[in-house]
């Protein structure tokens, strides 16, 4: 865990620099817009350590698998998400001295993600080594409004030194992945051109053929007025085009590069078209210029904060870290674009590849849905309905048939693109989060139509997939589900996970109720479903058959779910029982090891509780988390948040807290030593629902009424989110002995408060007191 | 399975030129001596498809990891079974036409594997585009008696042709790893030079620094005359020397090249000496000359044959299978240098890396034992006592401690170099096996010494290892062991796999029972051994409380063991009754399908039973043999064998005879498609034992009596084989209605024909009927 961001509530500080935590830090305080991003790199020559990265939504490169031991199966590529041209680039020269805090002598230095109004910012002070000092302030942004851009002010004010500055601003295609499996370079120069104030560079993913132009436009600001500048000398070579502005300073005189960029994609135009469709970008922010796209991007930002912002008095880094997250979250996915999905590590990073896990449907849709426009959640639904039919060839190749499928454990078109044995064959229980997304999202929505139009589709093809992967065991008498590995990965390959048979059973259930349902209400679309899907009777009464007959694994003298069979052979010993010194387990204990421990990397059997809380009395959920959660060592960033909500309700507040810090300040804190590589963007998702679903015990029952029995941490004075439930705008304030829950936008409704039914009216609000 | 060798007695035959199975013939037809070996690539330049291959015992290297996903307690590397100096090329001009069979018309063609006399021959007639005709004879070998050396003579007769033959002789160490995990060189030249009629090049591996010098000494012969060759004109580059011979020739005219090559390596002499050892090896053959080494060599496989033919009538296949198997056997090791021990392709391939599996204990050693120097097996012994210190490193790293050993999965130095985690640190029972050798061996030879001297240093820290792998099971009230792969690799990371269980226990018990028997007869060894491996009383009572606690997983309705906990929970279906579309199922299905079959790719439970037969009676063996083995897909080159011994005992005659040609003619029939990777040497020794252990019925008894109860399968006329006995050497002939068993060395000794106690004379036979 590190400790060295500045506390505060609306900004991401870094004062003074902290070389070693470099990458850490351009993880972090990484920019984007939904459609583009890129990670706090420095904008002038740096050759300390640094991960560059700069990323372009639904762009990405089929690396060939790299694996030691190949397993039929494996899929023939890795879906990368693929670092894209680097438009940051300002190298700057004082007389022959090149700008580079590596190499001198820093005397202050601040770095900055102001989240409020959406902007990096970056200060600092410092002197060659022949006594030169310079300051240099930059801030940029990539722009909400104008999403194919980004702009940059560069400030460079000497202070004791006359003479020329020379400053290089650049768009650098030449890059690479660093994590590629086989050092390739991903992208070739398709073409270039600088000229006047502009340059571009247009380049193709060897594989795929995606296209991506980036062009730059520049403007000088001598002590704030604007040069007069043309034709700037310029200088290109393969990938890489810049431009060269001069001037002549004397002490005190401040130096502004305005670097105006843009970004686009054969994703969205035809690919001839791509530098036309640059230069017309670069002319609209070119003409609002660098003022007027910062203030629009303040105020965007300020409507997404009116909208999703979570306010906590009394504990400074825990309001930090949960606007970090919810900012995070805004900046990697707007819902625009169906196509898109969120990747684990939005645009802050390139591990893990793919950009849709089940991460997308059990932890991030809630947020969207209480957050945002009710399309984007119907996107990120239709995307795996438009997915479908790569599912079922996927469940194909592993020998399913019938129209079973089986969605990948991680995609980028459908396509599954992981390739250990034990997840990609294995951690089938993706399906069910699939299915119960649908679920949550009908259920929050009330957006019944859905299940007619996209629904049913999906829920029948992953029916089939479970009534084909369960057996019938002569022994047990029961339909078993043989080698799985449930949402605990410290467990590989094994039987009867209860988790997944669960979730497998729930699935056929819900099918089967959805087909009636649509049956009595919609014949038409019936009719439809059937004759498309080839659906018949006798696959719905096996799936029948299947439900009353399927297999869990219980231990029935202390009341508690199995994880799967055989947990009880383990020698189950709590982690605070544990020496510290083995902890993180992933790090310091061998695989096998970890495998036949009883320690749990995230929420399984727990997992299947919070989904299906209402299937489960209050008895059980304790016993189980009372079970489950003294052997679950956290070690994945989906855990804690899960853990957080269920404590909440069991009343187990200082668990709740410690939960919640630990999924809230993950990157912040580096909890897991790994922020390096790039931000876990999909767990964010997880800290917002601690808040509004743990804390606030937000809960949408199956009948679609909307509650709330909030709690709050003793550490905090009060707290509020806000959020649309349907068309209403709702804001629960909750402070140490009184919920406030307010009424913001559309029509009244009804919603219950420790369980007792009241209306909220327009414009009204209601109060209780704390129970 | 393909059936393009021609079936002969003494010789593998391939009629004709098999382009498409070049790499297929290029392994079978590979030739060695223990010291070296090389693949039956052609001499003169072939720009077909092939896969160039030659080896130095001992030679390897660490190629780093290449994984997708990295688990902890990985090893850094794998080694490689390292491709070296190829000495066979001799590039051949008639005027300036290249001799390349790819670019001919071939209108004769003939490779022969003499495995009588130990050569390998080729013979062709082929025409170049412009008519000319030519007759090419090679014939080469790895001299078993100079170790160091082999020799080459090629034969070329123009038919209608006058003008220059140039030959090239050369020495090619600019040589690759086909498996390169990173398409590394991994060698780098030391020195070369080239004068006269010799050549040389030294090369050392750019890691762990082995240095190789290979080198030539040529001679020349026109119609059999030899030429007085001296300073020949030469060429070299990096890593390559040639010399250049010249001669003018008459239709019918014949040429022939003989090339000694001498092959030497820092493991046994001084780097700095290399190249004049080189030269004394050169100096010793060319001396000899060619007719006299290749007479030494047939003199020096006649003794091999005279002590471990096997011979069968009526079936020229089986005949040739069983040849072939024991051929390759003595090429690849002969037991004279104990650092080094049985690679998985001999000197076939480079495929697998490593040179020591279990193989090597549960397959290979009783073909030593029997048909070698007792030394053989003692060094085969010694060799995994000398890699002890690195084997409890080995478990120390995966968090075992006080001396627990866990030997490696596959190793060349001792070193762990295999990167599966479902095998690397689940497949344990490699360690049974390597203690069941110390038993076999002692009850085989009678070396009750070797005990004291190695054997319970190997014993006790293998103990030691399980018995911190298993833990309690307070569910169970057993000690359970959680996490393995068994023998059969199509199950991973299963509970209680009967066989570990059984080894481990039994482990433990043939360590206390050792413990005490050196205790009562040896105090003093008793004393170093108690000392020096700090044993302590305490621990044995622990294993023995483990010993009496053990559990296993058995089916009491079916009278059988269970192969692991929840086997019966699979849909258990016969592979008789699956659609032969899906075999080979590791070609046909996803590894998670056959991860949740039933089906078998070796002896797993019968693998225990082969072990501990004594210990179960015939019904239960029947009973397991009658479950497992229809389940069983033999999918691994070591599964065939031990079903005909377990058939052949049970009376399933045409069972023992199909599993028998699927061992013996494995590769010659190439029936698992990956021949041309190189052979499966260990699974040689397999067939072997079948005809010995198997048709043979030959067994020692814990009490060291050796007995027999052949039978003989229909297809056959008559078998034979010869074996050492302690130091007794019979022969055992099986006709249809008669077993002659036949003193041929060595005093009398007593044994057991069909359960009946009998003594052989020195000098007599002893006749039985079948029975």
């Known amino acids: 865990m590190k400790d060295y961001i500045t506390a505060d509530e609306w900004s991401i500080v870094e004062d003074g620099f902290h070389a070693k935590y470099n990458r850490i830090t351009e993880s972090i305080m990484s920019i984007g817009n939904g459609m583009m991003g890129q990670r706090a790199n420095f904008e002038e020559h740096f050759s300390g350590d640094t991960f560059q990265g700069s990323y372009v939504a639904g762009i990405y490169y089929p690396d060939k698998t790299r694996v030691g031991w190949w397993?039929?199966?494996?899929?023939?590529?890795?879906?990368?998400?693929?670092n894209s041209a680097n438009f940051i680039g300002i190298d700057v020269y004082l007389g022959n001295r090149r700008l580079d805090l590596n190499q001198m002598e820093i005397i202050d230095f601040r770095r900055e993600l102001n989240m409020k109004e959406g902007y990096l910012e970056r200060t600092f002070k410092a002197k060659f080594s022949d006594g030169l000092v310079v300051n240099v302030r930059s801030k940029r942004f990539c722009s909400m409004v104008d999403d194919e851009t980004a702009a940059i002010a560069y400030t460079i004010t000497p202070e004791n030194y006359t003479g020329t500055i020379t400053c290089f601003p650049s768009i650098d295609f030449d890059v690479l992945n660093e994590d590629s499996n086989y050092d390739e370079q991903f992208w070739e120069e398709v073409s270039r051109d600088v000229a006047d104030v502009r340059g571009y560079v247009c380049s193709r993913t060897k594989k795929l053929d995606f296209h991506v132009c980036a062009g730059m436009h520049v403007e000088a600001l001598k002590n704030s007025t604007k040069l007069n500048l043309t034709d700037l000398p310029s200088s290109q070579q393969k990938a890489f085009v810049e431009l060269m502005v001069e001037e002549n300073l004397e002490p005190g005189d401040s130096f502004t590069i305005h670097k105006y960029a843009a970004v686009v994609a054969s994703t969205n135009y035809d690919k001839d078209t791509l530098p036309k469709v640059c230069h017309d970008r670069l002319d609209t922010i070119a003409q609002k210029g660098f003022l007027t796209m910062l203030a629009e991007q303040n105020d965007a930002w300020a409507a997404k904060w009116q909208l999703g912002d979570i306010k906590i008095d009394g504990d400074v880094k825990a309001q930090q870290g949960i606007r970090f997250n919810i900012f995070q979250l805004n900046q990697t996915y707007t819902g625009k674009d169906k196509r898109l999905n969120i990747g684990p590590k939005g645009f802050t990073g390139e591990k893990y590849g793919g950009s849709t896990y089940w991460d997308t449907e059990a932890y991030c849709l809630p947020f969207y849905l209480a957050t945002a426009a009710r399309e984007v959640s119907r996107n990120l639904l239709i995307y795996r309905h438009n997915?479908?039919?790569?599912?079922?060839?996927?469940?194909?190749?592993?020998?399913?048939?019938?129209?079973?499928?089986?969605?990948?454990?991680?995609?980028m078109n459908g396509e599954?693109?992981?390739?250990?044995?034990?997840?990609?064959?294995?951690?089938?229980?993706?399906?069910g989060a699939i299915a119960y997304a649908i679920f949550d999202y009908i259920r929050y929505t009330g957006d019944q139509s859905y299940m007619a139009e996209y629904g049913l589709d999906v829920l029948i093809a992953i029916s089939r997939f479970w009534s084909q992967r369960v057996n019938f065991s002569e022994d047990k008498q029961k339909f078993v589900m043989l080698g799985v590995t449930g949402p605990n990965e410290y467990e590989n390959n094994v039987n009867n996970n209860w988790y997944t048979n669960y979730i497998a059973q729930w699935c056929m259930m819900y099918t089967i109720a959805s087909i009636s349902e649509v049956k009595a209400n919609d014949p038409a679309s019936y009719s439809r479903i059937v004759s498309s899907n080839k659906l018949v009777e006798s696959e719905t009464a096996h799936w029948q058959h299947i439900i009353d007959n399927m297999y869990f694994p219980e231990d029935a003298q202390r009341g508690v779910f199995l994880q799967q069979d055989g947990f009880l052979d383990k020698e189950l010993i709590p982690v605070a029982e544990l020496d510290p010194i083995h902890l993180p387990l992933n790090q310091k204990w061998s695989w096998d090891r970890i495998l036949r421990s009883c320690y749990i990397k995230q929420a399984d059997v727990l997992?299947?509780?919070?989904?299906?809380?209402?299937?489960?009395?209050?008895?059980?959920?304790?016993?189980?988390?009372?079970?489950?959660?003294?052997?679950?060592?956290?070690?994945?960033?989906?855990?804690?948040?899960?853990?957080?909500?269920?404590?909440?309700?069991?009343?187990?507040?200082?668990?709740?807290?410690?939960?919640?810090?630990?999924?809230?300040?993950?990157?912040?804190?580096?909890?897991?030593?790994?922020?390096?590589?790039?931000?876990?963007?999909?767990?964010?998702?997880?800290?917002?629902?601690?808040?509004?679903?743990?804390?606030?015990?937000?809960?949408?029952?199956?009948?679609?009424?909307?509650?709330?029995?909030?709690?709050?941490?003793?550490?905090?004075?009060?707290?509020?989110?806000?959020?649309?439930?349907?068309?209403?705008?709702?804001?629960?304030?909750?402070?140490?002995?009184?919920?406030?829950?307010?009424?913001?936008?559309?029509?009244?409704?009804?919603?219950?408060?420790?369980?007792?039914?009241?209306?909220?009216?327009?414009?009204?609000?209601?109060?209780?007191?704390?129970?």
């Open 71 to 82: 397993k039929n199966g494996y899929p023939e590529y890795f879906a990368k998400v693929l």
């Open 387 to 411: 997915h479908l039919q790569k599912a079922i060839e996927n469940a194909e190749k592993l020998g399913f048939s019938g129209g079973a499928a089986l969605y990948p454990m991680v995609t």
């Open 416 to 431: 599954e693109c992981h390739n250990e044995w034990e997840i990609t064959f294995e951690e089938i229980h993706r399906n």
């Open 607 to 771: 997992q299947g509780l919070y989904f299906f809380e209402d299937q489960f009395d209050e008895d059980t959920h304790r016993r189980n988390f009372d079970f489950y959660e003294p052997m679950t060592v956290h070690e994945s960033s989906l855990s804690p948040c899960v853990h957080v909500i269920l404590a909440a309700k069991l009343g187990y507040e200082e668990k709740a807290y410690e939960m919640y810090l630990r999924t809230a300040r993950l990157d912040l804190d580096d909890y897991n030593n790994d922020t390096e590589d790039g931000c876990h963007t999909t767990s964010m998702a997880g800290t917002w629902m601690s808040v509004t679903k743990g804390f606030g015990g937000m809960r949408v029952d199956n009948e679609g009424q909307l509650h709330f029995s909030p709690m709050i941490p003793q550490q905090w004075d009060s707290y509020s989110f806000k959020i649309f439930f349907r068309t209403t705008g709702i804001e629960v304030i909750t402070t140490k002995d009184k919920v406030v829950v307010k009424h913001l936008s559309g029509p009244s409704v009804d919603l219950f408060i420790y369980e007792e039914k009241m209306t909220l009216e327009e414009g009204g609000s209601l109060a209780c007191n704390r129970s």
